[in-house]
């Protein structure tokens, strides 16, 4: 009976104290709770960051990124890339860094075209880790069908005009019409003795890609294609051939006008003339490449 009675009091006396803890843990929980959200609102308030645990400031946004240069703006800065960690969260912002870290580029990012992981993107674009960020200086400018990707080519070696007008042959086009770049031996007044291509192939590939796409669907009877030439041509060597066909001629010369001009407009080619007179970046103002200023340079594919 004694131990039984025991048994009874030590159960009487063991049980309340447990609510009690229990509270004290709430109350410590919601202590908590307030002391991080009164944190959080004074850093809001303030606008700096909150703090780590050690009681330094966390980095919010923090991105490692490839930078890749190309042309004039690869000599302006001495390299064709740089893996770079910023707190950029967007082109704007990254644009911005750039100029502060490579004095040359101030004033002159007005005409550069930025494309994160090979397409064009605008001052808002956001910046994920891992991004590929490139630098695009002004530029030189369910049928039978291969599909676009397989009509584009950028090429190293001569082009050949049979391997374009192929793309584009078929029982249907009565008429093909055909435009193609040769280099010349002057321009704006000066001799030019060669010309070298340079390109961010991969880019623009797709992008080649991607035009021919858009004027089929704008032109649906035509059919496109188009090669361009990288690496040092000389006078009289053909730098691009496009090629369109369709049932007739007014919608061959249409679609293939348009084709060669938004290429210029739009892909990452550049081209340095040669002469007499020096080197020049074709497009980019006041871009003379001076000796000391050459830099080898190989295309990423």
């Known amino acids: 009976r004694s131990r039984g009675c025991i048994g009874r009091a030590t159960s009487s006396i063991t049980s309340p104290g447990t ?9 410590g929980a919601r202590a908590a709770r307030r002391a991080a959200s009164t944190g959080a609102s004074r850093a809001r308030a303030t606008g700096r960051r909150p703090l780590d645990r050690r009681g330094a400031e966390r980095d919010t946004h923090r991105v490692r990124l490839e930078i890749l240069y190309f042309a004039a703006v690869r000599e302006l800065v001495g390299t064709d890339r740089e893996a770079r960690e910023t707190a950029a969260s967007t082109v704007a912002a990254l644009a911005a860094e750039l100029e502060e870290a490579h004095p040359a580029l101030r004033g002159r990012l007005a005409q550069v075209r930025f494309a994160v992981n090979e397409a064009f993107a605008e001052d808002s674009t956001a910046l994920s880790d891992g991004d590929v960020v490139a630098l695009i200086p002004p530029v ?4 039978d069908r291969a599909p676009a990707e397989a009509r584009v080519a950028i090429r190293e070696t001569p082009l050949r005009y049979d391997d374009v007008f192929d793309l584009v042959r078929h029982p249907s086009a009565g008429a093909l019409a055909t435009f193609v770049g040769v280099v010349r031996d002057h321009h704006e007044g000066r001799a030019v003795t060669a010309l ?3 390109a961010y192939a991969s880019m623009a590939l797709k992008e080649m890609a991607r035009i021919v796409a858009e004027i089929e669907s704008e032109i649906p009877v035509v059919r496109l294609a188009a090669h361009h030439r990288v690496g040092e041509l000389k006078v009289g060597e053909e730098a691009i051939i496009c090629a369109a066909s369709a049932p007739h001629r007014g919608e061959a010369f249409e679609a293939g006008r348009l084709l060669i001009d938004r290429i210029k407009e739009r892909v990452p080619v550049w081209k340095r003339e040669r002469g007499p007179d020096g080197e020049w970046w074709v497009g980019w103002e006041d871009a003379r490449c001076t000796p000391g200023h050459h830099h080898h340079h190989d295309d990423h594919d």
Do not use: D, I, L, Q
């Open 19 to 27: 609510p009690r803890r229990r509270t004290a843990s709430r109350r």
């Open 140 to 143: 030189a400018g369910g049928s």
């Open 196 to 198: 070298e291509y340079s």
